[in-house]
C-alpha cells in the first residue's frame, strides 16, 4: 500500500469544518467530501483526480456491472496521486477474496455494502489491515431509531454510508428520506443514495454530510457502469457551490 495516500477517515473534531485561526462557529468554513463510485476506466478515473474527488470507489463484487477485477484494480490505480482515497467496496466478500485485492491493489479504505455483522467487518478489515465504512440501506419502513441503532453496532467502522435500500447491493439511483437521518450521525455520514447534480445541493444543505457520494447520478443514462464526463463535473460543482453558499 502506499503509504503517501491519505485514508479517508474522520478527523477527531466530527463536524467535517475546516477552522481558520481566530475563525469562530459561525465563519467556519464547510467543505463536504467527494466520492466517486463505480469507476472502471482509466479515463473516467483521471477526470475524477481532475475534477477534485476527494475519493474513487472501485467496485470488487462480481455481480455488479461496475465491478473491477484485480488485474484491472491494478492498472485503474497505477497512477493515483497522492491524497485521493481509494475505497474498495466490496458485498459479502470471502477472506480469500479480500486477501487477494488487498494484497494486489492499494486501498486506502474498506466498503462494506452487503449484509457484514460488526464481528465481520472488523475480521475482513483486519486480513486488509484497513480501515473501513459500512453502508446502511435505508427503506419505507426505516425509523430514526434505526439508523441510531445500527450506527452504534457498526461503532467501529471510520463511518457510516446511508443509502437507499434497493433490489441487490446499491447503486440503484433511489433517494430515501432524508429527515431520518440525526444531526448527530450526519456529521459522520458519508451520504449516498440517488444522488445527482440537480438534488446534490439541496441534499447537503439539509443533511450537512461529511461527505457525499455519487455512482448512478454520474453516468449515461440507462448504461450502468459507463461514466459521464460532463455529469461528473457538473456533479462536483454542484457540491462546491454548495459549500460556498
Known amino acids: 500500500m502506499d503509504a503517501t495516500r491519505t485514508m479517508t477517515t474522520l478527523p477527531n473534531d466530527p463536524s467535517q469544518t475546516t477552522q481558520a485561526p481566530g475563525a ?3 465563519n467556519r468554513i464547510h467543505r463536504t467530501r467527494i466520492k466517486l463510485c463505480g469507476l472502471s476506466t482509466v479515463e473516467h478515473i483521471a477526470h475524477a483526480i481532475d475534477l477534485g474527488a476527494d475519493a474513487i470507489g472501485l467496485v470488487f463484487y462480481p455481480a455488479s456491472p461496475r465491478s473491477v477485477s484485480v488485474a484491472q484494480a491494478v492498472e485503474l490505480t497505477r497512477d ?3 491524497f485521493v482515497s481509494v475505497v474498495g467496496l466490496f458485498v459479502n466478500a470471502s477472506p480469500e477474496w479480500m486477501r487477494d485485492v488487498a494484497a494486489n491493489v492499494p486501498l486506502t479504505m474498506l466498503q462494506f455494502h452487503g449484509d457484514e455483522t460488526p464481528d ?3 475480521a475482513l478489515a483486519n486480513i486488509a489491515g484497513l480501515p473501513w465504512l459500512r453502508a446502511l440501506r435505508i427503506g419505507a419502513d426505516t425509523q430514526r431509531a ?5 450506527a452504534l453496532n457498526y461503532s467501529a467502522a471510520s463511518a457510516i454510508l446511508l443509502d437507499a435500500l434497493v433490489e441487490g447491493y446499491g447503486g440503484g439511483g433511489q433517494v430515501f428520506d432524508w429527515s431520518l ?3 448527530e450521525l ?3 455520514a458519508v451520504l449516498s443514495g440517488g444522488l445527482n447534480a440537480q438534488n446534490v445541493s439541496d441534499a447537503i444543505h439539509r443533511v450537512r454530510p461529511y461527505a457525499v457520494d455519487v ?3 454520474i453516468e449515461v443514462p440507462g448504461a450502468k457502469g459507463v461514466k459521464d464526463h460532463a455529469r461528473m463535473a457538473a ?3 454542484a457540491v462546491r457551490e454548495a459549500d460556498a453558499g
Open 235 to 237: 456533479f462536483v460543482r
Open 181 to 183: 437521518i440525526p444531526p
Open 120 to 122: 465481520q467487518c472488523e
Open 186 to 188: 450526519a456529521r459522520r
Open 24 to 26: 469562530t462557529p459561525e
Open 215 to 217: 455512482s448512478s447520478g
Open 80 to 82: 493515483i496521486p497522492p
Open 146 to 150: 434505526d439508523l441510531v441503532k445500527s
